[in-house]
């Protein structure tokens, strides 16, 4: 059965047109835009909310509840005209097409998922369900650049080709072309900071094709010749004939290169009576990066490079690569094996926000052999790695462990354990081998990714001491303070996170923005808002991490602790053990509810109360106890992170107030807090005239109505 949900989060059986329980129109906001939040598809999909709309239907945000909730995206096409043999069509092409994308398993390729078929308002309609990725577009970075005057750098463009490069070779090894690359198909991960490669022309190219059969009736392969593909980014031949190779998506992947590097679409780029791309005009590249691009774009298919792999050892001449690239996503996963480099191990600065990327770092893939591995190679990588333009920290080989200012999830030759054990610690004395295990063997059981927690570490410790932002740590004695340094935050670190759960530790690292979607979709079906569930959040986090008060830290690594916290408070208010709901007694217009507050925690209460009551509110406890207001739509704040006691205001709207009580202090509080409402006064009655009356009786005075008291 299909759950249907309206606005405010009220459940209602599947063809309800009105909600049952706050009499909302259903259908009429379905049909106007799209499937409304709250409702399962299949009995399996959760819709979050809506992610876009294109020509063959909306693309959605939703939570596969057969995966533990994980996000997931569902595109949806839809064929406007609908007869069976339309119908049976785009089902066996979108099959087709299916069953090429479900082969493909690169971490930088959202795994396809499966094809659903539905029927939504008597309709029949078909979703591709795919991994979500929480990150940005190219084409939004590079808008946002444009807006500060700026365009994507040589060094992160090279970045940016040796990175994506890896993901066309394994692809087409697979025998798939992408057909429609652009910055509108390249999205920069938020977690890693990887380029992933989205939204396959193949599917495009299928829904075109079934378009054309309810407006010709001609089949046309799906495989021939369907014109496809973005204006200026795909070769000619790809927009005159519908033939598309290997070098067409290297073709696509240059334009969108110089795209980046100008800030100009490829129409301002191109000069269209030769065919020839004008791009130094407005650009200046290095003479290797320019002979790469214009052979990429060579008007002459015969004359670009037939593969990307021909592209990247040009770009990486000392790279060795693995065919075919990593099977497992390279993210914080706890599963995810170590990413190996043969000249060392790399510790990247913190990434900041999406708006503003910073170009990552290079990692290569583990090198088949390491023979390759000369002085002169290896000098050739590392001063390839310090030009890429992160700020890197170099740090000593280490097999595994934990070692100070040494990213672990990045290693030579991982070992079953965290014990330090690589010949290149030698230099270690027994007080430091040993301290870096018991910090190995606490990470263990707090169960926090070993990546992540790397990460974590790096930026507090960065924070605490900027001077050394990119500074070069060794196993020398000359570093041995610098690692203790290092280990001492990462100790204290460590105790700070006992207090989360161990589920949501094991979370670190995975958090993203549609976690919070999810948690938006529970909290409001307790008549609760996400600003509240927050405020118990931040009273946690920011009682062990006071320094990232006021910071903008949702997208760095602290910001998965901050996550971890609020996954807590979630799962305490849907417990009922942070939320409360405040019913007034019969005959009375008040109620006290009182308690102790741990440091750190609070409580969500909630009253239904009506418009034009008189609300007043009174806190017992002592200041280290902050007040929050809240009206239900959440445009009035009566109080926030308030130290205020006593509140009398007059109510704008009716339904579920929020007050919200949390904790700041060191030790245990009592608190008392005393909600009244009071209904309006009823008018005063109308003086009687003095006059003697007219011929026609006077009407009697309409007495206004006093809203019930809302329990």
Known sequence: MTNIYCSQGHQNPSGSKFCLQCGESILEKMGSSGIQAGQTLGDRYVIVRQLGQGGFGRTYLAEDLNRFREPCVLKEFSPQVQTPYVVQKAEELFQREASVLYKLQHPQIPRFRELLKINLQDKESLFLVQDHVAGETYNSLLNTRKQQGLNFTEIEVRQLLQQILPVLTYIHAEGVIHRDISPDNLMLRNADQLPVLIDFGGVKQVAATVSQYYQSGVNSSPTGGTLLGKIGFAPPEQMQTGMVSPHSDLYALAVTSLVLLTGKNPQELLDTSNLTWEWRREVSLSPELGVILDKMLSPKPSDRYQSARQVLDILNPATVYNTPPLQTPVNYSPSQPPVTSAVGTVAVSPAPPPKQPATPNVVTSQPQSTGIWTTTNILIVIVSILASGGLLWWGFNNRSGDMGGVDPGVTLTPTPTDTPTSDSQDNFSKEERERKQRLSDRRQQLSIDRRFYISLINQ??????????????????????????????????????????????????????????????????????????????????????????GKNFIDQPIGQVWHAFVNDKLNAILANSSFQKIVFDPNTTGKTVSGTLEPGNGKVFIAGLAKDQTLEVKLDASSSVLLSIYSPSGKVTFLEDSTQRNVSKTLPETGFYEFVVVSTGSKSVDYSLTVTAENPPEPEPEPTPTEEPTSEPTAEPTQTPIPSQTP
């Open 460 to 549: 507090i410790f960065w924070n605490r001491n900027p001077s050394l932002n990119g500074r070069i740590l060794t196993d020398e004695p000359k570093d041995e303070e610098l690692r203790a340094e290092w280990d001492k935050v990462a100790a204290e670190t460590l105790e700070k996170l006992t207090p989360i759960s161990s589920r949501s530790r094991r979370q670190m690292g995975t958090y993203t923005s549609a976690e919070r979607d999810r948690w938006k979709v529970e909290v409001n079906r307790r008549n609760v808002s996400s600003r509240a569930l927050y405020d118990l959040g931040d009273a946690a986090f920011l009682r062990v991490f006071p320094e990232q008060k």
